[in-house]
């Protein structure tokens, strides 16, 4: 890997834990806090694309699997990845991988930030479909109290998947140092 490569692996890296230092918000009634730092795994995915997308996340899942705190809320180790909101934690490799799969081939102009939506959408989507029956599994709830009560959170990543269309589609278009690199 080419040190521009793991410039931008790293520089992503250091974005998620930035995005992790940010509060965490208690919605009541919902069992999942909401943080940050699902915008910055959406980004990774649809900035970095596939590879170099998952080679942050399992990188910075190391990291929190290490005991660093990276994570929302300064924490980090095993017993945070294997906890509660574990599973959605663990899904982000797959998440990113699959959103940047899906946004390295859009090359069109043409409804290019509605592409990127869905791209990023399908990550979201893989996320809430392995941390939902975590979740739900962990604390011995049933799935579908579980799915009911993270619908707010579902709808507001809905809105930040939005968000990071406009701006990882921006982005990944003007940034010389994106062009320079092959994502595929």
Not at 110 to 124: C, E, H, N
Request: hydrophobic share 60%; glycine share 10%.
């Amino acid at each position: 890997m080419k040190t521009r490569s793991l410039t931008l692996i790293s520089l992503f890296v250091a974005m998620m834990i930035v995005f992790g230092a940010l509060p965490t918000v208690v919605i009541p009634f919902v069992p999942v806090p909401f943080t940050f730092q699902m915008i910055g795994v959406m980004l990774v995915g649809c900035i970095l694309g596939a590879r170099k997308g998952l080679a942050a996340m399992l990188v910075f899942t190391a990291l929190a699997a290490a005991g660093v705190p990276v994570l929302s809320g300064y924490r980090g180790g095993l017993g945070v990845l294997l906890g509660t909101t574990g599973g959605y934690v663990l899904a982000w490799p797959l998440a990113v991988f699959v959103t940047g799969l899906l946004t390295d081939y859009i090359k069109q102009k043409k409804w290019m930030v509605f592409r990127y939506y869905l791209a990023i959408s399908a990550g979201v989507l893989i996320i809430y479909a392995i941390g939902v029956p975590w979740f739900a599994f962990y604390n011995h709830l049933p799935l579908l109290s579980v799915a009911e009560g993270n619908l707010m959170l579902f709808l507001l990543d809905l809105v930040k998947a939005a968000l990071c269309a406009v701006v990882g589609s921006q982005l990944k278009q003007r940034l010389s140092i994106l062009k320079k690199i092959k994502f595929v």
